[in-house]
T-cell receptor
Framework: EAQVTQNPRYLITVTGKKLTVTCSQN?????MSWYRQDPGLGLRQIYY???????DKGDVPEGYKVSRKEKRNFPLILESPSPNQTSLYFC??????????FGNGTRLTVT | GEDVEQSLFLSVREGDSSVINCTYT??????LYWYKQEPGAGLQLLTY?????DMKQDQRLTVLLNKKDKHLSLRIADTQTGDSAIYFC????????????FGSGTRLQVQP
């Protein structure tokens, strides 16, 4: 089954403790992206990747890092999480000129 | 920058038609999408339309695009209680980063 898989689904952590949210897709898509969803703001793009070893900033990249060492994986890294990064995070992937496929989301709470 | 706006809430009775409206500002939009989000779930792509189309129909869903007014609508015929969810309009501009600009979502409540 074609899918985008994120882990974990839920995460509660404390300020400053580094964390990684994983994202994996099995559709051989070159393009992958991370979004965060906040009430009243819709979804906003954090980072994206056009291919292996090619990543770039989206609209709200501050406080986040990504890596793309292999085509199927695109982890989101928070080196020093802060409470304003409490949000619902979505990973997405897509083929050229096709709609994006989204994962089921990761709800992160930073206390 | 680009902006996408939707009304926040819509309530309809089961069996009626629902129409969810969306306006956008990016005149270079290439694709426009409708996503559905049920409680605790991810984003499910419902349908999408290319910017050179006026209408697209897919079973109970009809998408209308007025490019001149930058207005997009989603009509759900014979709305069911299972259609209760948040519906997001999104547009994709003509940029290399393929970012989608999302509206803040319309919560559809279907009353039995």
């Amino acid at each position: 089954e074609a899918q985008v898989t994120q882990n974990p689904r839920y995460l509660i952590t404390v300020t400053g403790k580094k964390l990684t949210v994983t994202c994996s897709q099995n559709m051989n898509h070159e393009y992958m992206s991370w979004y965060r969803q906040d009430p009243g703001l819709g979804l906003r793009q954090i980072y994206y990747s056009m291919n292996v070893e090619v990543t770039d900033k989206g609209d709200v990249p501050e406080g986040y890092k990504v890596s793309r060492k292999e085509k199927r994986n695109f982890p989101l890294i928070l080196e020093s999480p802060s409470p304003n990064q409490t949000s619902l995070y979505f990973c997405a992937s897509g083929a050229p000129n096709s709609p994006l496929h989204f994962g089921n989301g990761t709800r992160l709470t930073v206390t | 920058g680009e902006d996408v706006e939707q009304s926040l809430f819509l309530s309809v009775r089961e069996g009626d038609s629902s129409v969810i409206n969306c306006t956008y500002t990016d005149s270079s939009s290439t694709y426009l999408y409708w996503y559905k989000q049920e409680p605790g779930a991810g984003l499910q792509l419902l349908t999408y339309i290319f910017s050179n189309m006026d209408m697209k129909q897919d079973q109970r869903l009809t998408v209308l695009l007025n490019k001149k007014d930058k207005h997009l609508s989603l009509r759900i015929a014979d709305t069911q209680t299972g259609d209760s969810a948040i519906y997001f309009c999104a547009e994709r501009g003509d940029t290399g980063r393929r970012a989608l600009t999302f509206g803040s979502g319309t919560r559809l409540q279907v009353q039995p």
